[in-house]
Every structure is written in structure tokens, then in C-alpha cells.
């Protein structure tokens, strides 16, 4: 029986060493935080101002015909 420490330390040991995969450079890490920093700042804001807006029932016009 495979207790759960050594699975994930299988885990972990085959997803920091994979072979035939270029790495990185530390700029091109750096910049992909960065853009995810952006992102996620841009989301919360649309969150903020969704949360903001308030809901109106709709309204019905009505007309007579003749």
C-alpha cells in the first residue's frame, strides 16, 4: 500500500525535474507574474464595480390601442 507522503513526494520530484522541457529564464518568470499581477488588479476592479451597481426591476410602459 502507497502511503500518501511517498506519492506525493513522487509528485513533487517528477514536477520539478522534467526531462525535454526547455526552462525558463527567471525574466520571462518575472514578466508572466507581471502580466498576471495586471490581470487579476483589472478583474477585481470590474468585480468592485459590478458589486456596485444595483439591480432595478424592469419598467413597463403601456400603451392603449384604439
Known sequence: M????SASGSWASKAWSTPGL???????????AAELDVRLRKRLALLDQQQLMSTKPPQILTAALC
Open 22 to 32: 526547455p526552462k525558463e529564464s527567471s525574466a520571462s518568470l518575472h514578466r508572466k
Open 2 to 5: 502507497t502511503s500518501v507522503a
